[in-house]
C-alpha cells in the first residue's frame, strides 16, 4: 500500500469532512449573496436591477463550474482543482467586502460561483473514492448534514446582522472567505485521490483496465451502461430541483400572501423544517450503505409527493402548510440531492466520475434558474405552480426509481480490474456472452439496492 493510500484508508472521516465543506459553502455563499446584496442596496446604492443581475450571476458561474470543474478534475486530479477552487472563493470573497460598487461586485459573485461550483464535484469525487464500500455513503451523506449546516449558519448569522447595513454584508461574505481559507489550508494536507492516481496511470501505460477506458465525456453519452444512469440521474435531480429550488425562493411569497401568515412565522416553520431535514439527513446516513436505501428512497418519494401536492387537494391553510413542510424535509433527506451524490458516485468510472456529476449539477442549476423566470406568473394561481411542482417532481422521483431500483452495477467493484475479467464476471452475472462492459448495467457483484 502506497503513503497515499494508507492516508486514505485511515483519515476517510478527516477527508470527508474537509471535502465535503463543499456542500457548506455552496450553500453558505448563496443565503449570503441573497441577504448581504440587499444590505448593500440600502448602504451602497447597489440596484435592484443590479441585485437581479449578480443573483444571474452566481447561479449562472456556479453551473458553469460545475461542469467545467467536473471535468478538470477528472484531467488534472482531484487534489489541484480543489485547491485551486478553494482560493478562487477566498479571492472572491475578498473583493464582495471591499468592493465600492456593482463591477467589484460582480467579478467577486463571478469568482465565488465559478469556484463553489467547479469544487462540488471534485469534492464529492475525493470522499467516495477515500471512503470505502462500509463507508462510502455515511461519508457522502454527511456532505448534506454540512449543506444544512451552511444554511443554519448563515441565516443565523444575517439575523444579527440585518440591521448593520454595509458592514452587515461585508461581514456574511467575509465569513464565507474566512471558511473557505480555513478548508483551503486544510485541503493542503490532503493527498491526491490514490484511485485517482492509479487510473491516469493506467491510461498513460496503455493498461487494459475498465476505468483506464473511460476518458471522455464522449464515453457517457455513448456507452449504454454509464448512459443510462447519466439520464436518469439527469432527470431525477433536475425535475425535483425544480421543487426545492422554487419552495426555497417563493416559499416565503406564497406563506404570506396565500397562507396568510407572517413573515416572522414562515420564519419559524422554515427553521422547524431545517430541524427536520438535518435530523433527517444523519437517519441517511444510517441506511445509505446498506441493503434498504431503495426503499427509504420510495418513502422519501412519497413524502415528497405528499409535500408539494397536499394543497391541490385540501386547498392552502396553516396547519397544511405545516404538514407540507414536514412531509417536504423528511422526503429530501431520502429522495433527493443525498441519493443522488451517492448513485452518481457509483455509476461512473474514476477518469468519468466528476465530468458527470459536474454536467449534472449544471443542468439542474440552469434549468431551476429558467423556471424561476416563470414562477412568478404561475404564482398568480398557486395551485396552478403547486401542481406544476408536483408534475415535475412526480417524473423526476419515476427517473430515479426506473434508474436505480433494480441496479446491481457499481463502478468501484469493476474499474480497477482488467477488461477481459471484468467481462467475464459479468458474464457470469447473467449478461449475454457477446455484451461489452459497457453493456452490463445490471451485471456486477454486490448489490448495493436490493
Do not use: N
Given at each position: 500500500m502506497r503513503p497515499a493510500e494508507q492516508s486514505h484508508a485511515t483519515n476517510a472521516w478527516r477527508v470527508g469532512i474537509i471535502s465535503g465543506m463543499a456542500?457548506?459553502?455552496?450553500?453558505?455563499?448563496?443565503?449570503?449573496?441573497?441577504?448581504?446584496?440587499?444590505?448593500?442596496?440600502?448602504?451602497?446604492?447597489?440596484?435592484?436591477?443590479?441585485?437581479?443581475?449578480?443573483?444571474?450571476?452566481?447561479?449562472?458561474?456556479?453551473?458553469?463550474?460545475?461542469?467545467?470543474?467536473?471535468?478538470?478534475?477528472?484531467?488534472?486530479?482531484?487534489?489541484?482543482?480543489?485547491?485551486?477552487t478553494m482560493a478562487m472563493i477566498v479571492v472572491g470573497s475578498a473583493l464582495l467586502v471591499t468592493a465600492p460598487g456593482f463591477a467589484g461586485l460582480f467579478i467577486g459573485t463571478a469568482l465565488v460561483g465559478l469556484g463553489s461550483g467547479a469544487d462540488l464535484p471534485v469534492s464529492l469525487a475525493t470522499i467516495s473514492e477515500t471512503a470505502t464500500e462500509e463507508n462510502r455513503g455515511k461519508l457522502l451523506g454527511f456532505s448534506q448534514v454540512l449543506w444544512f449546516v451552511g444554511i443554519m449558519a448563515t441565516s443565523g448569522l444575517g439575523a444579527i446582522v440585518g440591521d448593520m447595513g454595509q458592514r452587515g454584508g461585508q461581514i456574511m461574505f467575509g465569513h464565507v472567505g474566512i471558511v473557505a481559507l480555513i478548508v483551503l489550508l486544510f485541503r493542503l494536507t490532503i493527498p491526491e485521490s490514490s484511485i485517482w492516481a492509479d487510473a491516469r496511470q493506467e491510461?498513460?501505460?496503455?493498461a487494459g483496465t475498465v476505468r483506464a477506458q473511460r476518458v471522455s465525456i464522449k464515453d457517457v453519452l455513448s456507452q449504454r451502461i454509464y448512459l443510462i444512469p447519466f439520464i436518469a440521474l439527469l432527470l431525477f435531480y433536475t425535475l425535483t430541483n425544480i421543487g426545492a429550488n422554487t419552495n426555497g425562493q417563493f416559499g416565503t411569497y406564497v406563506a404570506v400572501n396565500v397562507v396568510g401568515i407572517s413573515?416572522?412565522?414562515?420564519?419559524?416553520?422554515?427553521?422547524?423544517?431545517?430541524?427536520?431535514?438535518?435530523?433527517?439527513?444523519f437517519w441517511f446516513m444510517k441506511i445509505a450503505d446498506g441493503p434498504r436505501r431503495m426503499s427509504y428512497f420510495v418513502f422519501g418519494a412519497v413524502c415528497l409527493l405528499v409535500g408539494y401536492g397536499l394543497p391541490l387537494l385540501v386547498g392552502f391553510?396553516?396547519?397544511?402548510?405545516?404538514?407540507?413542510?414536514?412531509?417536504?424535509?423528511?422526503?429530501?433527506?431520502?429522495?433527493?440531492?443525498?441519493?443522488?451524490?451517492?448513485?452518481?458516485?457509483?455509476?461512473?468510472?474514476?477518469?468519468?466520475?466528476?465530468?458527470?456529476?459536474?454536467?449534472?449539477?449544471a443542468v439542474a442549476r440552469i434549468v431551476a434558474s429558467a423556471v424561476a423566470l416563470v414562477t412568478p406568473a404561475l404564482a398568480t394561481d398557486p395551485k396552478v405552480l403547486y401542481g406544476f411542482i408536483t408534475g415535475a417532481v412526480l417524473a423526476g422521483l419515476l427517473a430515479g426509481w426506473l434508474g436505480f431500483h433494480n441496479s446491481r452495477f457499481n463502478t468501484f467493484e469493476v474499474e480497477s480490474k482488467d477488461l477481459g475479467q471484468a467481462q467475464d464476471e459479468l458474464r457470469a452475472a447473467g449478461i449475454r456472452k457477446d455484451a461489452p462492459v459497457a453493456d452490463a448495467r445490471r451485471g456486477g457483484a454486490r448489490s448495493s439496492e436490493s
Open positions: 456542500s457548506y459553502i455552496d450553500s453558505a455563499a448563496i443565503v449570503s449573496s441573497g441577504t448581504a446584496l440587499v444590505l448593500y442596496q440600502q448602504s451602497i446604492g447597489v440596484t435592484g436591477d443590479e441585485i437581479g443581475v449578480l443573483s444571474a450571476t452566481l447561479t449562472l458561474c456556479i453551473a458553469i463550474g460545475a461542469i467545467t470543474g467536473g471535468r478538470l478534475g477528472d484531467h488534472f486530479g482531484r487534489r489541484s482543482v480543489f485547491i485551486a491510461r498513460e501505460s496503455g413573515v416572522e412565522t414562515q420564519s419559524l416553520i422554515g427553521i422547524g423544517g431545517m430541524i427536520v431535514g438535518v435530523l433527517g439527513a391553510s396553516l396547519p397544511i402548510w405545516l404538514v407540507m413542510q414536514f412531509f417536504g424535509a423528511l422526503g429530501g433527506a431520502f429522495a433527493f440531492e443525498a441519493i443522488m451524490k451517492i448513485w452518481s458516485q457509483e455509476s461512473f468510472p474514476t477518469l468519468l466520475r466528476s465530468s458527470a456529476q459536474g454536467a449534472i449539477i
